[in-house]
């Protein structure tokens, strides 16, 4: 097996294999926010490895290179898919650390295949790096990752970077085999999280669950036996998408054309809302549909003149929250359709499906107001999509409070999305905002966004891990 200089680590690779009705093999682009960015960065990179899923239980297929990268497919079993994936990562951890918007739930036998399959991805990312080289872990799937490679190639600079919130410890505390968790992660030189309050909660989580010494976002692991005390270092990097390559997209006249005709095919509405986001509990879909409805029983908003777009992909349909909450979503857009919805025009256009990224562009660039209403999210790149797609400067942004992105773009709407009442004024004040206002808003939004792209928040975590990184067992505490 060739082996590489920098290898990433996620449990999705940035394709899924979806087998067609003949049997052939047919490679789809992974859904969710970290195969956008990642799949970016890999691509300006000389020969970049990726381990991961493939998406689908049972044997996994050779290695195989696309877009100039090295995929190495790592298998899940049947059983794994629902224990470790679904399970753990989906059934445990997604809620735990997404505020406990749902409950966790804790069962034994799922956290035996997390192991199991922690060690799978820890053991395939080894084989594939080079002596020296360094290996980057992704999100929570893998968070025992850092520790087992380090037990392995004490010679590779190991970096780990969170994509969903890190929970105050008081949660975190929730977690049986919590200080495995926290172990886990410390066998990274550096632990990248998306907020600053994230880094501070893990630091925390660390001197009080393992009452490590701490000073500021350093922490000193102790050694075992003869082996010298380490430091790692915890910090924010907050991501973001690849504005060159939105920007290209905006300017491409069929894409224009594109825009111009979906406003047509939705019979030249004055507005367009536009809702953007998997199918998950974490993204409030349904306290922004409570709104929409409301606004509408109210008279505040004409559906003969205004129409509200909502995209979901479908995610993690396996598991039961999932489940329940598309039931509610889609019986809720149908209540609101019937109730309001002129002959021939939904009030709400529903769309249960992935676009690509040029369909997406268009969306953006068509509507009017962009609603992020997360209850709880990592950082959010749709709304730095909906920022990046109006060089025109019109189009307003609503922004939960509670994602990670609205810590730089300020200038957007900001709301506490489960103020139902706050957040209908807030759709109505994006709605009816001058247009002057908003240029003003999205010259700012646009200056962070433009300043702080995808590309540069790799290179920032890259350099600070070559900084903090010596290879042959990390940092020695001094
Ligand atoms: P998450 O990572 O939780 O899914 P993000 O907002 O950070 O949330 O990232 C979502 C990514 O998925 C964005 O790049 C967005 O454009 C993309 N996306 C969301 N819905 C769709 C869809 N229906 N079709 C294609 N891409 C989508
Ligand atoms: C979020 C997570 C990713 C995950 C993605 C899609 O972005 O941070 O780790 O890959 O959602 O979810 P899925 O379960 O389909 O991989």
């Known amino acids: 097996m060739p082996t590489h200089d920098l290898v990433i680590v996620a449990n999705r690779l940035p394709v899924d294999a979806r087998t067609l009705p003949d049997g052939a093999t047919e490679w789809v682009t992974s859904p969710g926010g970290l195969v956008t960015a990642m799949e970016s960065v890999m691509r300006t990179v000389d020969s970049g490895a990726w381990v991961g899923w493939h998406g689908t239980p049972g ?24 224990r470790y994936y679904e399970g753990f990562s989906n059934g445990t951890l997604w809620p735990l650390y997404h505020d406990v918007i749902v409950d966790p739930e804790f069962h034994r036998t799922w956290w035996d295949a997390y192991v199991r399959a922690n060690r799978r991805f820890a053991q395939a990312a080894v084989s594939a790096t080079a002596p020296g080289g360094t290996i980057w872990v992704h999100d929570y799937q893998l968070q025992l990752v850092p520790e087992l490679i380090r037990s392995a190639r004490p010679d590779v600079r190991i970096g780990f970077f969170n994509h969903i919130p890190f929970p105050p410890v008081e949660l975190f505390s929730q977690l049986p085999k919590r200080n495995q968790v926290l172990r886990g992660l410390l066998g990274a030189d550096l632990v990248g999280f998306q907020r600053e309050s994230d880094a501070m909660n893990f630091v925390a989580a660390v001197r009080h669950l393992l009452g490590y010494q701490v000073d500021q976002y350093t922490v000193t692991v102790p050694g075992i036996g003869s082996e010298p005390a380490r430091q790692v270092t915890a910090r924010s990097f907050p991501i973001s998408i690849d504005t060159a390559a939105v920007s290209a997209l905006t300017e491409d006249p069929a894409l224009q054309e594109r825009a111009a005709e979906l406003r047509r095919e939705l019979g030249e509405p004055a507005k367009i809302v536009l809702g953007v986001d998997r199918l998950d509990y974490t993204k409030g879909i349904r306290h922004r549909l409570k709104a929409w409805g409301e606004l509408l029983d109210d008279g505040s908003i004409d559906p003969h003149d205004t129409v509200m777009i909502q995209v979901a992909t479908p995610s993690r349909e396996r598991v039961d929250a999932y489940r329940q909450l598309r039931d509610e979503v889609e019986l809720t857009v149908g209540r609101i359709n019937g109730d ?18 040029r369909d997406m562009t268009a969306l953006y660039m068509a509507s009017d107001v962009c609603l992020v209403t997360a209850l709880r999210d990592g950082m959010n790149l749709v709304a730095k999509e909906y920022v990046a797609s109006r060089p025109d400067l019109r189009g307003v942004l ?40 908003q240029e003003q808003a999205m010259l700012s939004l646009r200056r962070q966004v433009l300043d702080h792209d995808v590309q540069a928040w790799a290179r920032a975590f890259l350099a600070e891990l070559e900084s903090v990184g010596a290879p042959g067992g990390g940092t020695p505490a001094p």
């Open 59 to 82: 044997q996994a297929p050779e290695p195989f290179a696309a877009d100039g990268m090295h995929l190495y497919p790592v298998p899940l079993s049947e059983q794994e898919v629902s």
């Open 398 to 437: 609503v922004l939960s409070e509670f994602a990670g992105a609205a810590d730089e773009l300020r200038a957007a709407i900001l709301v506490n999305p489960h103020d139902i009442d706050e957040l209908k004024a807030a759709i109505l004040q994006a709605l009816n905002m001058p247009e002057e206002e």
């Open 340 to 357: 309001h919805a002129p002959i021939g025009r939904p009030a709400v256009s529903y769309q249960h499906r992935s676009f690509d990224r």
